[in-house]
Nanobody, 125 residues
């Protein structure tokens, strides 16, 4: 069993930055694909970013390209989401997920094996 714990959320003004952290409980996650997702009030959860186990491949949703960056430090069992130029529409609960398959994280993410509890990001205008 892998536990994922997100942190780094908070309240920020539009144009500001936040860095989210997802810490995993087991070293086995170092080979897992990881992703970030978000869910705004009244909306469905949506894909934000994904990264392969090695970190060599990354994927970003069109809505965050040029503003968000996903990265990982496997020796810390940690994945990051650097969020710059934040907009009010980025307000949501952000979740990280892990799975052995990058394909699952990017295209069938509802089936991802492990999920964190989420961290709230609020962007004021």
């Amino acid at each position: 069993q892998v536990q994922l714990v997100e942190s780094g959320g908070g309240l920020v003004q539009a144009g500001g930055s936040l860095r989210l952290t997802c810490a995993a409980s087991r070293r086995t996650v170092r080979s897992y694909a990881m992703g970030w997702f978000r869910q705004a009030p009244g909306k469905e959860r949506e894909f934000v970013a994904a990264i392969s186990g090695s970190g060599s491949s990354t994927f970003l949703a069109d809505s965050v390209k040029g503003r968000f960056t996903i990265s990982r430090e496997n020796y810390k069992n940690t994945v990051y989401l650097q969020m710059n130029s934040l907009k009010p529409e980025d307000t949501a609960v952000y979740y990280c997920a892990a799975d052995t398959s990058l394909g699952t994280i990017t295209t069938r993410w509802h089936e991802s094996a492990y999920w964190g509890q989420g961290t709230q990001v609020t962007v004021s205008s």
